[in-house]
């Protein structure tokens, strides 16, 4: 999962937590590149001729693979079948190749005696078995085609928009029963090849987190008819997904408005609106969003961000609820556990329980510096006993996470007391933390305190401080 915007909530006690809580947004940034529109006419679809897979060319792993089965049909169309498939093949590689894209390949497999594939289980076990990102199957009937996408290898909650199984319909008199079903609905693979083929190139380099080449491909992807029978609302969420990679919030915003509006009960997108008006602070809107989307699906993401709202409005036991409920969906969302140990250890004063969330969280993350913050505070929390695990931390967070100066603060409370007592260090600590913040903390105040204490008892220790006076 992409991580977004730091919301950082400083306690005014004298010990602080820094908690680094993280909003999550299916989305990276990188640099924009305007949309450059493309050839979408004189597309050519070749018939026959497309090499078969055989059992010994499964995709490179380094190649965006599309398998494409024999679409099932009895009789005369069985004949069909095998032609929609080929041109398929066909349709797809030729336009990789008009776009010099080699790093992606439509292959067919062709089974033999009549038989082709008619589960979403098949097809992604088969899919697996040659390496595939997307495979394609589907039923030839009197009607038309009825193509079928299955995802091989689902992304994260908030990108896979569309089911994994999807159903891509030609009859019309379909669209209007299958209008509130949350699927992408291209049009028929020869009546509209570019928009199927402009939706999964975009997939591709969504999945290589290539937003300006998936945000050029998903808008080629949308349809300007609203009467073809291709859905936009999921394609609307993707071009806001890629805005999003690309930095623009407005723009993406935008488009996950529209997304919304053709798809109001959509609890990605929902989600996403959500994190927007988080993002500005607009916290009421926020949370309104956030518990539209959870009344419609129970996403792990969307309970983490409103519990991260929830901790902002010091709402701490729906927040500690929240992120409860996200694990049980996602057990593997550091975050969460990170964020529960913040709240347990500063809100809470549970040092035992905040400990043994931050350990959870750095064993998915062993070099988050927050968390190696935030443990050491609470076994510093607990007292002289475990001053050692709690010097260990705040100095490896030093050493990975250098703008976390407090660590200096509490080092130099460790020297000071119990079995670690060593005033030398102490003073050189915390006279370090007082000349690298801001003089307008508690902290700070609390350090000067401290060292004056000490120097009144041994002036000799003077020589410790950053800059000792000439006469010490």
Known sequence: ??????????????????????????????????????????????????????????????????????????????????????????????????????????????????????????????????????????????????????????????????????DIFKNENTFTILEKQNDIRLSALTDKPLQLTSFITGLKYLDKKDFTNSLKYFKEALSDLSDDGIQNAPIYFYVGISHQGLGDHELAYKYFKESEKLSPDNAQTLTNIGAYFHRKNKRKEALTYYDKAISNETLSITHYNRGVLYSELKRYDEALNDMDEALKLNPNVSLAYYTRGVILGRNKGEYDLAIENFTTTLKFRPLFGPALYNRGVAYYMKGPIVDALAEKDFLKCLEIYPKRRESLYFLGLIYERGDQKDFPKSINYLDKYVNEVKPDNNLTEDALIKINKMLKKDKTLAMYLVNPPNNY
């Open 1 to 166: 999962m992409l991580l977004l915007s730091l919301v950082e909530i400083i306690s005014k006690r004298v010990f602080i937590w820094g908690t680094g809580i993280t909003l999550c947004l299916s989305i990276l940034v990188v640099t924009y590149l305007a949309d450059q529109h493309w050839v979408k006419n004189n597309l050519p679809i070749v018939q026959p001729g497309a090499a078969e897979l055989s059992k010994s060319e499964p995709f490179r792993r380094d190649v965006f693979g599309i398998l494409i089965t024999n679409f099932y049909g009895v009789g005369d169309l069985e004949i069909k079948g095998r032609q929609i498939q080929s041109s398929l093949v066909a349709t797809l590689n030729s336009r990789f190749k008009k776009l010099k894209i080699s790093d992606a390949e439509a292959k067919e497999y062709v089974l033999s005696d009549g038989k082709s594939i008619k589960s979403f289980n098949e097809a992604r076990n088969l899919g697996k078995e040659y390496n595939a990102q997307i495979v394609i199957f589907g039923t030839v009937t009197i009607n038309g085609y009825i193509p079928q996408i299955a995802i091989v290898n689902p992304q994260s909650e908030l990108l896979q928009i569309i089911e994994a199984e999807t």
